[in-house]
């Protein structure tokens, strides 16, 4: 009997939540997605049918700005390029009660995660990267990191978008990790955010994260996510990825048609592509953001020892890391004698597996930090 514990993929999707597509950057307006047209609620349909093919809930990244259609941002004039004469470029009001109710139905493939207001910053007119960390991780004064987070969760409850996000993907990858009680972490996790994909190399780290690739700080648990592989404005992107990251980051553009009518041809191969990798690669596709980081951790910290026809696997780091932010699943790949009969011990064997998990063992979490997997001709 041989045991592996495969890693784990979920995808990301950035810069959703934009109306225009256009890159504004050179003008000081925001990059948006680079889309070369106006996104419409059928692009919103487009992303959860790529969460439904791939039994994944998504984590999405919106920005809410060209949302708002009360001038309320005109209070925060560092969230947009306009400041204090703010109005949405984007007026249509039935589009957007349009899109917000198939965000609403589309939940359970569809996760709305935090990405910014307008995803950068402006002070006095000048557009600064990014919205709440600069270029070296610095944060934004305190302040206006909490405005701009309340006023993403107001523009958010206009339209019933989600309940209580838990997720935060930082702008431009710009982020800072290591300052404790006095650092985003901590005002993230008072509006509830848990997970915060990142890459650690470009973020502004005070102090090492505690495991290679995932750390946590303030009870939030920050995940490397790798960078993205497909450029951020490169539409109907053709599928391209190696399988070395337990997150594929994609961004919006990448997975859309610049004819709406034909989102689904993007949608479908990137499907079958990523289906068809993760079964080569032997990569478990992750059901939500939780199960990706539990199932990370169990590929890159378990112990495995094999001692005749037991194999033992130890799961010391279950005490260390903050353990709300886990899931109840683990997997193991595990290549059984002809005709043997397996017993388990520490945890139960959980099922049925769905097609995206097939060829794997599900159990769930152990007691006592450990999990017995013994064979026999019979038991």
């Known amino acids: 009997m041989s045991l592996s514990i495969p890693m784990p993929l979920l995808v990301t999707i950035d810069d959703t939540g ?22 419409g609620p059928g692009d919103y349909t487009a992303l959860i049918a790529l969460g439904r ?28 390029w306009m400041a204090g004469q703010w109005t949405s470029p984007f007026t249509d009001l039935a589009a957007k009660e349009k899109a917000a109710q198939i965000i609403r139905n589309g939940s359970e493939y569809l996760e709305v ?40 969760f107001r523009l958010m409850a206009s339209f019933g978008l989600a309940q209580a996000p838990r997720i935060f993907i930082p702008p431009a ?10 650092g985003f972490q901590a005002i993230a996790r008072s509006f509830g955010i848990r997970y915060i994909p990142l890459v650690f190399s470009r973020a502004g780290c005070s102090i090492a994260p505690q495991f290679p690739g995932l750390g946590w700080e303030e009870g939030v648990l920050l995940l490397e996510r790798g960078i993205s592989q497909t450029k951020w404005n490169h539409v109907a992107a053709p599928p391209a990825f ?22 689904m041809e993007v949608i479908c191969a990137w499907s079958d592509f990523i289906k068809k990798r993760a079964k080569e690669n032997r990569v478990v596709i992750s059901r939500d953001i939780s199960a990706c980081l539990t199932q990370y951790l169990n590929a890159t910290q378990s112990r495995i020892h094999t001692k005749g026809k037991k194999i033992t696997v130890f799961l010391d780091w279950i005490d260390k890391v903050p353990v709300k932010a886990l899931a109840d699943t683990l997997f193991f790949s595990l290549d059984l004698p002809r005709g043997a009969a397996l017993r388990l011990s520490g945890a139960e064997i959980k099922g049925p597996c769905t097609p995206n998990e097939a060829g794997f063992i599900k159990t769930g979490m152990p007691g006592a930090g450990k999990i017995e997997f013994e064979y026999s001709p019979s038991f």
């Open 53 to 80: 093919s791939l039994e994944m809930k998504i984590p999405a990244g919106f920005v809410l700005c060209e949302w708002d259609h009360t001038q309320l941002l005109r209070e925060v004039p560092s969230a947009t």
């Open 113 to 152: 995660a935090v990405h910014g207001v307008g995803h950068e910053f402006w002070d006095q007119g000048r557009m600064l990267r990014s919205e709440f960390h600069d270029t070296k991780g610095k944060m934004r004064p305190r302040d206006l990191v909490k405005k701009h987070l309340e006023y993403f």
């Open 242 to 263: 190696n399988f070395n990251s337990p997150i594929l980051a994609l961004h919006w553009a990448n997975i859309l048609h610049p004819d709406p009518h034909r989102n």
């Open 173 to 182: 990858l710009h982020h800072g990790f290591g300052k404790g009680a006095k």
């Open 18 to 39: 934009w109306w225009l597509g256009r890159d504004g950057s050179a003008g000081g307006q925001p990059f948006r997605t680079g889309m070369p047209r106006v996104h």
